[in-house]
C-alpha cells in the first residue's frame, strides 16, 4: 500500500502548471495518459480523497471542534481529489477542480453525472465560505486558517453547509462500495 506522502505527492504533481517561460509540460501530460489505465493506482488516489470525511455526527448533525469548521478537510479536499481521479480515469489534462468535475460528469468513470454536478455546484460555495471567513480573520488579526466559525453563518448557511456535507458523505459512500476501496487496506 503506498504511504500517504506519496500519495499527496502524486496529487500535487497531477495539478502541476506552468506559471512562466517555456516549460514543456508534455512529460506530464504523457504520464496523465499512462495514469487513465492504472486501475490500482487511480483506486489509490480514490482512497486518499475519501480519507477526509465531512464532520457529520449521528443523524447527519454538524459536530464542529471548538464551534469551528475545517472546511478544506471536510469539503474542499474532497471534492478537488475525487474531481483529479476523475479526470485521470478519463485521461484529461484539465487542472482546474470545476473543468475537472465537467470531465467527470462527460466520461463517468468515477462519479456519475449527477454526483459530478452536485460537486461542482458545491465546490464555489463552500470556497466563498472559507475565503470569507479567512478575509475576517485578516481584517480582525486572528490567525488565518481554512476553518469557518460556525456562529458566524446565517442559519441557511449553516443548513447549506450542513446538506453540502451529506451530499459529500453520500457520494463518498457510495465510491466505497464501487471501488471496494476497503479491500485495498
Aim: charged share 20%; aromatic share 8%; proline share 4%.
Amino acid at each position: 500500500m503506498p504511504q500517504a506522502q506519496a500519495l499527496l505527492d502524486a496529487a500535487i504533481f497531477f495539478d502541476f502548471r506552468s506559471v512562466a517561460g517555456n516549460l514543456s509540460l508534455e512529460p506530464i501530460h504523457a504520464i496523465v495518459i499512462a495514469a487513465k489505465s492504472q486501475k490500482l493506482f487511480l483506486a489509490h488516489m480514490a482512497r486518499g480523497a475519501l480519507d477526509f470525511y465531512p464532520p457529520l455526527g449521528f443523524f447527519n448533525r454538524l459536530r464542529s471542534d471548538n464551534g469551528k469548521v475545517d472546511l478544506k478537510k471536510s469539503s474542499i479536499a474532497p471534492i478537488v481529489g475525487l474531481a483529479r481521479v476523475a479526470a485521470l480515469a478519463a485521461g484529461s489534462r484539465e487542472r482546474w477542480t470545476l473543468e475537472r468535475l465537467d470531465v467527470a460528469k462527460a466520461s463517468g468513470l468515477v462519479l456519475s453525472a449527477g454526483d459530478a454536478t452536485a460537486l461542482a455546484d458545491i465546490f464555489p460555495s463552500v470556497f466563498q465560505l472559507r475565503l470569507r471567513a479567512q478575509l475576517l480573520a485578516l481584517a480582525t488579526k486572528t490567525p488565518v486558517d481554512h476553518s469557518v466559525r460556525l456562529k458566524d453563518l446565517s442559519a441557511l448557511e449553516q443548513r447549506h453547509l450542513k446538506e453540502a456535507f451529506v451530499i459529500i458523505k453520500q457520494i463518498q459512500n457510495g465510491l466505497r462500495t464501487t471501488w471496494q476501496l476497503d479491500r485495498l487496506a
